[in-house]
């Protein structure tokens, strides 16, 4: 007995900990990417409805051509 734990129910306890410890890391490592992809996606959508990157930011007087989305008959 090692501190008053059997060796089975220590694999166990030890298992558990490592998958709530990847758990925990993935988790963390995603919360940083969703952020990013909400400003990638609006500055997106905003470039294309004529908005430029500017101090202060505003619309241009001329709108940015539309890329139109080709989807394929079949």
């Not at 998958?19 to 952020?35: A, D, E, K, T």
């Amino acid at each position: 007995m090692v501190l008053g734990y059997r060796l089975p129910r220590m694999k166990k306890l030890m298992k558990g900990l490592v998958v709530i410890g990847s758990l925990v890391l993935v988790l963390g490592s995603l919360s940083s990417c969703i952020p990013l992809a909400a400003g990638a996606a609006g500055g997106y959508f905003m470039h294309k409805e004529g908005y430029r990157l500017q101090s202060p930011v505003k619309k241009s007087e001329k709108p940015a051509p539309r890329a139109e989305m080709v989807v394929p008959e079949g």
